[in-house]
């Protein structure tokens, strides 16, 4: 009997990069595999995670691919949780394969990489070389003080994130805040907050007063 031939990996040529990102963005540098991205959020480092964790596939060619969440978040009811170690080796299996699937159908869900938050594709290529000076908004926003609920007129992202939670419930926050808004360009108030970072505090306040949908 002939021995089953081993999967193809071709796809992986086309995988520049992974990302993983939380909600203060301390994770600023390429990773080489989904793994490691895995492990940030799994690490102490990790600002609630389970909140606002995501993976970004970078691909050659300027495309990038958000790994659905499924994979690495657990949800119970109200609850959710980034997947414990030891079950590691199962999740990379899965996310490698649902990888390989959707590159070979040249999915439709990626997208141009300089949209995704908050890293452009030439900031990525220059933290590749361990040589090169961390660019300008990273170092100011790893510079900047934690910022409590009393500076209000500048809003930091946990005041997003507590006035979304407030008015939906977290369940429905973390959906919304990955979710294309029409009063936000059709973009999600994730991708807006690097942009308007005001503006995407003052549409969960407006959802909050039942001033607009959510």
Not at 82 to 89: I, L, S, Y
Request: hydrophobic share 35%; net charge negative; with cysteine.
């Amino acid at each position: 009997m002939p021995s089953a031939k081993p999967p193809n990996d071709n796809h992986l040529q086309s995988v520049f990069a992974y990302r993983a990102f939380d909600l203060r963005d301390r994770f600023p540098q390429p990773l080489e595999t989904f793994r490691q991205a895995l492990e940030c959020l799994q690490s102490g480092d990790a600002y609630l995670p389970d909140m606002s964790g995501e993976i970004v596939v970078y691909l050659r060619g300027g495309r990038a691919l958000h790994i659905p969440e499924h994979f690495f978040i657990r949800q119970s009811g109200n609850i959710s949780a980034v997947v414990p170690p030891q079950e590691n080796d199962q999740v990379c299996e899965a996310v490698d394969a649902w990888l390989r699937d959707a590159l070979l159908q040249h999915s439709k869900d990626a997208l141009d990489a300089s949209t995704i938050r908050p890293a452009r594709l030439n900031i990525l290529l220059d933290e590749c070389d361990p040589n090169a000076p961390e660019p300008d908004d990273i170092q100011a926003w790893q510079h900047t003080s934690d910022v409590g609920r009393e500076v209000i007129d500048t809003p930091c992202r946990e005041d997003i994130w507590e006035a979304a939670v407030q008015a939906m419930g977290e369940v429905q926050a973390r959906r919304w805040m990955k979710t294309s808004h029409p009063s936000l360009n059709n973009k999600s108030p994730n991708l807006c907050i690097e942009e308007n970072l005001k503006r995407v505090y003052e549409l969960v306040v407006q959802v909050g007063c039942g001033k607009a949908n959510v």
